[in-house]
């Protein structure tokens, strides 16, 4: 055997033994929580519940919704505490191929992501659903009686997350552009309409059909995108020819 295919099983052992150290400590964690599945998801479905009527419940349709359900928003919360461990594990596996220069960005950026990601899950959480449910419970009219479905429920939660974590991740795509050279500085604040114009359509597509909840997707992602480019200005050296200087290192490498 080759030198070349004993690095590259080596790599793929290493790799193998990286995901089951993560997929381990995401499995304990949830062995944990699971006892209290119940108040993982009532924990969960409590904004919705503060602004139902007062003797109003969710209702579940399906037969076995009531016990996956629970089970599927245990998994997320477990993912969600273990993630450290995950990231350390993807890090320590792509740490060791990278440069000094390499690791001193990526550690940062991984971290910084990171914590962002759960910033924008707690955002949504804590004032967008409430405010989106309050909108929609003042709306309603006053002859119907609302029961939202959990599974439904949970699949509204789950891209609501998701849209708002990736949209706290803007400044840290903006200051990765600006320092890899692709896009100077200017260049990104030259860009200032068209990220207007594409946060309201991308809030349009991505959120239920209300103004709300597209305004409290549409302003952060448009100021995000502004700390983005105020720190990547205190961080880079404005180069117009960002994005000509990138081409250039990656021909010469």
């Given at each position: 055997?080759?030198?070349?295919?004993e690095?590259?099983i080596?790599?793929?052992?290493?790799?193998r033994?990286?995901?089951l150290?993560?997929?381990?400590?995401?499995?304990?964690?949830?062995?944990?929580?699971m006892?209290?599945?119940?108040?993982?998801?009532?924990?969960?479905?409590?904004?919705?519940?503060?602004?139902?009527?007062e003797?109003?419940?969710?209702i579940?349709t399906?037969?076995?919704?009531?016990?996956?359900?629970?089970?599927?928003?245990?998994?997320?919360?477990a993912f969600?505490?273990?993630?450290?461990?995950?990231l350390?594990?993807?890090?320590?596996?792509?740490?060791?191929?990278l440069?000094?220069?390499?690791?001193?960005l990526?550690?940062p950026?991984?971290?910084?992501?990171?914590?962002?990601?759960?910033?924008?899950?707690?955002?949504?959480y804590?004032?967008?659903f409430g405010t989106?449910?309050?909108?929609?419970?003042?709306?309603?009219?006053?002859?119907?009686?609302?029961?939202?479905?959990?599974?439904?429920?949970?699949?509204?939660?789950?891209?609501?997350?998701?849209?708002?974590?990736?949209?706290?991740?803007?400044?840290?795509?903006v200051?990765?552009?600006?320092?890899t050279?692709?896009?100077?500085?200017?260049?990104?604040?030259?860009?200032?309409?068209?990220v207007?114009?594409?946060?309201?359509?991308?809030?349009?597509?991505?959120?239920p059909?209300?103004?709300?909840?597209?305004?409290?997707?549409?302003?952060?992602?448009?100021?995000?995108?502004?700390?983005?480019?105020?720190?990547?200005?205190?961080?880079?050296?404005?180069r117009?020819?960002?994005?000509?200087?990138?081409?250039?290192?990656?021909?010469?490498?």
């Amino acid at each position: 055997m080759s030198a070349v295919q004993e690095t590259f099983i080596s790599h793929l052992v290493e790799l193998r033994d990286r995901l089951l150290r993560a997929m381990l400590a995401v499995l304990v964690v949830f062995l944990c929580l699971m006892p209290w599945a119940g108040d993982v998801y009532d924990l969960l479905a409590l904004p919705m519940m503060q602004t139902l009527p007062e003797g109003t419940h969710m209702i579940a349709t399906g037969v076995i919704t009531p016990f996956f359900v629970p089970v599927k928003v245990t998994m997320m919360a477990a993912f969600v505490i273990a993630l450290p461990v995950v990231l350390y594990q993807a890090w320590a596996f792509v740490a060791p191929g990278l440069y000094a220069h390499e690791r001193r960005l990526g550690l940062p950026l991984v971290l910084g992501s990171t914590i962002l990601f759960v910033l924008g899950m707690a955002f949504c959480y804590f004032f967008v659903f409430g405010t989106v449910f309050k909108f929609i419970a003042e709306f309603a009219p006053k002859s119907i009686t609302p029961a939202p479905d959990i599974e439904q429920y949970l699949s509204f939660v789950m891209t609501m997350f998701i849209a708002f974590g990736l949209t706290f991740e803007v400044p840290v795509a903006v200051i990765l552009l600006a320092k890899t050279g692709v896009v100077s500085v200017a260049k990104l604040a030259a860009a200032r309409p068209y990220v207007i114009v594409g946060a309201f359509v991308v809030a349009a597509v991505i959120t239920p059909p209300d103004v709300v909840s597209q305004l409290l997707l549409a302003i952060p992602m448009c100021l995000l995108y502004e700390v983005g480019v105020i720190i990547a200005r205190i961080l880079v050296k404005d180069r117009p020819d960002g994005g000509e200087e990138a081409l250039e290192r990656i021909e010469s490498n």
